[in-house]
């Protein structure tokens, strides 16, 4: 029976994910920075373990007590939305500490036990913004690009141990936790000259049709394929906003 770590499970993407590979018959470590047992079924699949990913004694600890993986899903991330004048600093390290460095530390600590047993998947979950450049998210796009570049030269690196890296890149999920996280620990207010831009980004949003936007379940079904689908794409789009997004970026390519 094969088993998956996935990191961020306290909510939104990665709760659902862990529930599809459980439902699905695999053993699941499930990690969270404050672990909960209560909101994934009961199972003796199940691993509930702590992690944080900007925490290198927290990685080592985690890498231990979850013995062999044949799957790495990276899906802990932190939101990013402000006009850059407004962003502190120590923001713009917090953002690329958890979605950047997290995502390579994790790969670099599962790659020993993958390439000595010739598999293994590394699934990095990154963001259609990387596709579409959208107002107010210059910082968190560039966290989630560098790991789309990341993903594809590790990728080459690591095909010839049997290692395979792919990019699930889901478009926006206004049902998860992912605004509240961010306006919980990122809110610094915006800097008045960008107050149109702010308000034109919102209203966008809300104009968006309730059937284009990006669900917990296109995320764990892409999770899903680019874990098991050897043929899956290096980059899978989900969500239909997020397949409507590479195709327009494709074409802008063609
Ligand atoms: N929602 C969207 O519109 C959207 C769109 C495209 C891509 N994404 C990406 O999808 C991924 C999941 O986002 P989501 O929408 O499911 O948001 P979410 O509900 O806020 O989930 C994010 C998860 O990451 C965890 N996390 C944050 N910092 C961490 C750290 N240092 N160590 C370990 N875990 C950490 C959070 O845990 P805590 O509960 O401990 O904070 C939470 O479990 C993120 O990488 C995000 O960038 C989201």
Redesign the pocket.
């Known amino acids: 029976m094969k088993t998956v770590l996935i990191?961020?499970?306290?909510?939104?993407?990665?709760?659902e994910t862990a529930r599809l590979f459980l439902e699905r018959g695999w053993n699941v470590v499930a990690?969270?920075?404050?672990p909960r047992t209560d909101i994934l079924p009961a199972s003796e699949r199940l691993k509930v373990l702590p992690?944080?990913?900007?925490d290198a004694a927290s990685i080592a600890a985690c890498i231990e007590a979850a013995g062999p993986i044949d799957v790495l899903v990276n899906?802990?991330?932190?939101?990013l939305l402000n006009a850059l004048e407004g962003i502190p600093m120590e923001a713009v390290r917090l953002a690329f500490e958890?979605?950047a460095l997290?995502t390579i530390a994790m790969a670099k600590a599962v790659l020993p036990q993958f390439r000595e047993r010739k598999s293994g998947v590394i699934v990095n979950?990154?963001?259609?913004?990387t596709a579409k450049p959208l107002h107010l998210l210059s910082v968190y796009t560039a966290t989630?690009a560098a790991v789309n570049a990341f993903s594809e030269c590790l990728a080459l690196e690591v095909e010839p141990f049997g290692v395979r890296v792919r990019v699930v890149?889901?478009?926006?999920?206004?049902e998860?936790?992912?605004?509240d996280?961010h306006r919980k620990h990122m809110a610094f207010g915006t800097p008045d000259a960008y107050g149109e831009i702010v308000k034109g980004v919102f209203a966008e949003w809300a104009r968006q049709p309730a059937d284009e936007v990006?669900h917990?379940a296109d995320?764990a079904e892409g999770v899903w394929r680019a874990a098991t689908d050897p043929a899956c794409p290096m980059r899978l789009p989900a969500g239909a906003d997020a397949v409507a997004a590479m195709a327009a970026a494709e074409r802008m390519l063609a």
């Open positions: 990191t961020g499970c306290s909510s939104g993407f990665g709760l990690t969270m920075r404050a992690l944080d990913v900007t899906n802990a991330g932190v939101g958890t979605n997290g979950v990154t963001s259609t913004v989630k890149l889901p478009g926006r999920a206004p998860t936790a992912f605004g996280n990006t917990v995320v």
